[in-house]
């Protein structure tokens, strides 16, 4: 089974600096997709960046890049130019393509809070 | 347009209780899936529906149930609850179940049980 690990529960910056949060996984598989969400306070879950693992490039998404090491099996999440309102708890989830029956099971980390200093 | 809703936010039960969740999708998403979020915690997969049928289903008891109507609305029901069923509990909907659609998640349903 799949594992994902995120090693910092708490992760702290200024603002408009920039911060890098790190994901770690576990799979046999070649194929799958590595997504980083956000649950700011109202518990919403926001998707803020994917990256399918067949594509070198690593995704971008305005101020939120990623850098995917494959062979490291490592995810990190860079947000340049932090914001206030970047204050949340930052998941880094997995998803394969073989999932069961053809399931879209996300697989979590336990998350990393993130704090906007102002 | 509106995005995926959950009833109620909040809700308490006792322990032995029963409890049902709703999921409305965004429109014109035929896949909700169901995860658990306990506190401190990221969220653990429950299950999956497409078209009113069960596509997936996490490391969860038989207590667990759910269902999606023609709609394609869903219900999350939980029997005989637990004081360890007290999380959040999030809807996703996706377009399908096409394994690279993204997922779009609602604000939760909030389960105290006492």
């Known amino acids: 089974a799949q594992t994902v690990t995120q090693s910092q529960p708490e992760m702290s910056v200024q603002e408009a600096e920039t911060v890098t949060l790190s994901c770690t996984y576990d799979t046999s598989e070649s194929d799958y997709y590595l997504f980083w969400y956000k649950q700011p306070p109202s518990r919403q879950m926001i998707l803020v960046i994917r990256q399918e693992a067949y594509k070198q490039q690593n995704a971008t998404e305005n101020r939120f890049s990623v850098n995917f090491q494959k062979a490291a099996k490592s995810f990190s999440l860079k947000i340049s130019d932090s914001q206030l309102g970047d204050a949340a708890m930052y998941f880094c989830?997995?998803?394969?393509?073989?999932?069961?029956?053809?399931?879209?099971?996300?697989?979590f980390g336990q998350g990393t809070r993130l704090t906007i200093n102002p | 347009d509106a995005g995926v809703t959950q009833s109620p936010t909040h809700l308490i039960k006792t322990r032995g209780q029963h409890v049902t969740l709703r999921c409305s999708p965004i429109?014109?998403?035929?896949?909700v899936s169901w995860y658990q979020q306990v506190l401190g915690q990221g969220p653990q997969f429950i299950f999956q529906?497409?078209?009113?049928?069960?596509?997936g289903r996490g490391n969860f008891p038989d207590r667990f149930s759910a269902r999606q109507f023609p709609n394609y609305s869903s219900e999350l029901n939980v029997n005989a609850l637990l004081l360890g069923d007290s999380a959040l509990y999030l809807c996703?909907?996706?377009?399908?179940?096409?394994?690279?659609?993204?997922?779009?998640f609602g604000p939760g349903t909030r389960l105290l049980v006492l």
């Open positions: 996703a909907s996706s377009r399908n179940r096409q394994v690279q659609e993204t997922q779009y």
């Open positions: 529906y497409y078209e009113k049928e069960e596509r």
């Open positions: 989830a997995y998803r394969s393509p073989w999932g069961d029956q053809g399931a879209q099971k996300l697989v």
């Open positions: 429109s014109g998403h035929k896949s």
